[in-house]
């Protein structure tokens, strides 16, 4: 038996990531992996999108800036810089572990190095951080050679672990991902999708939601709430699957 810790959207809010990671039991010393997950008892998964705070205020507590303009340059760098660094302590983590941590790729990872389009939030504010077209400032190549490196998915005993759904096409950061609403309201309309695709359950995140949302029915946890203080744990071998919300 393993125990997985599933970790939703960051989006930039790294002190809470740390601190999901920390009460987990995930975290050592010196920001590394603890000695349990070293040695597998523990996996850790985050779900993707580590880019692109999710509001206005989180742009300022991130950059330290009293008001963040996305039209800025200077201020556009400064939101790059920061997330670079801790992009560096996350992937010093991950490189640490010895395989039994993964980040799975989202749609915003996905814009921030492959620069196909620049993606917006309900506050009007644009990611533009990482354009350097519209005066932002690129990631490292190491970074983004490192982003470009992270899986769509990752299954673990017939579980899968995924950004925003079960199916290619939810996995797929084209222009149809974004025309159709169905990556973010999949789960509540075709929620078989989960073991159609031969999973014995599913966790996602890309959706926001007021707490973690397990449909036990179904197959599927949606967890993108990290910023309200949740994380899930499960409980995991070939026979035996026990899912927990846990709380910051």
Do not use: C
């Not at 349990?36 to 509001?55: E, F, N, Q, T, Y």
């Not at 990872?109 to 309900?122: E, F, K, P, Q, T």
Request: aromatic share 12%; no cysteine; glycine share 8%.
């Amino acid at each position: 038996m393993i125990r997985v810790v599933a970790i939703g959207d960051v989006h930039a809010n790294f002190p809470r990531l740390w601190r999901a990671l920390e009460k987990a039991g995930a975290l050592g010393e010196k920001g590394l992996p603890s000695p349990a997950v070293v040695a597998g008892d523990i996996r850790v998964v985050l779900l993707g999108d580590l880019v692109h705070p999710k509001s206005p205020m989180a742009y300022q507590q991130l950059t330290g800036l009293k008001y963040y303009d996305h039209n800025n340059p200077e201020h556009l760098k400064v939101a790059a810089s920061k997330q670079a660094l801790q992009l560096y302590r996350v992937k010093r983590y991950i490189e640490s572990a010895r395989g039994n941590a993964v980040i799975i790729m989202g749609n915003h990872d996905h814009a921030a190095v492959y620069h196909d389009m620049v993606l917006g939030n309900s506050f009007g504010v644009a990611h533009r951080e990482f354009e350097p077209k519209y005066g932002g400032q690129p990631l490292p190549d190491d970074l983004a050679e490192w982003i470009k490196s992270w899986p769509l998915s990752y299954n673990l005993f017939g579980v899968q672990f995924a950004h925003a759904g079960p199916t290619p096409w939810l996995q797929s950061y084209d222009h149809f991902f974004y025309q159709s609403r169905e990556a973010k309201t999949w789960w509540q309309n075709t929620p078989e999708y989960v073991r159609r695709a031969g999973y014995r359950f599913g966790v996602y995140g890309h959706t926001p939601v007021d707490a973690i949302h397990i449909d036990r029915e179904h197959g599927l946890a949606m967890i993108d709430a990290l910023d309200r203080g949740q994380y899930l744990e499960l409980d995991l071998d070939e026979k035996n699957l026990d899912v927990r919300v846990m709380f910051l």
